[in-house]
């Protein structure tokens, strides 16, 4: 049960006792400050570690790509190396094709050189 707000007659104003009472009832706002506060920290906190999270993830990125392009200029030098070598391979190919060539067409021709077996000319 409630007390009836005792008044002094001299200033019109409640006593102390029920002041008191007053200020327990009255939301402790210092507390709910420090509440929001912390909540506030909390959602700046998760703001900050998904800027950090996107900031972490770009520079993968951009590190992954880099490799990429490290690993894309291996590439193009094993190509030119490979070019040079297949350059070569035909160069070598296409002597050993005139060199058979001489050789049929050396094979085709009538001999004018002394005959091996018995040192005269071959009949023709």
């Known amino acids: 049960m409630s007390e009836s707000p005792s008044v002094d007659s001299d200033t019109a104003a409640p006593t102390p006792l029920i002041l008191d009472d007053i200020d327990a009832q009255a939301p402790d706002f210092g507390k ?4 929001l506060l912390k909540k506030l920290e909390i959602v700046t ?3 900050e570690a998904d800027r950090r999270v996107k900031e972490a993830k770009r520079l993968s ?3 992954e790509i880099e490799n990429l392009r490290q690993e894309v200029a291996g590439l193009k030098l ?7 070598e297949t350059t070569i391979t035909k ?3 296409r002597a050993m094709e005139c060199w058979a060539a001489g050789l049929k067409h050396a094979a ?3 001999h004018f050189g002394p005959d091996v077996n018995d040192g005269k000319p ?3």
């Not at 709910?32 to 509440?35: C, K, R, S, T």
């Not at 094993?78 to 040079?84: C, D, R, S, W």
């Open 32 to 35: 709910e400050a420090l509440f």
């Open 45 to 47: 906190m998760h703001f």
């Open 61 to 63: 990125a951009a590190g």
């Open 78 to 84: 094993k190509i030119a190396n490979l070019q040079e």
């Open 91 to 93: 160069m070598k190919v």
């Open 108 to 110: 085709q021709a009538p």
């Open 122 to 124: 071959q009949a023709p």
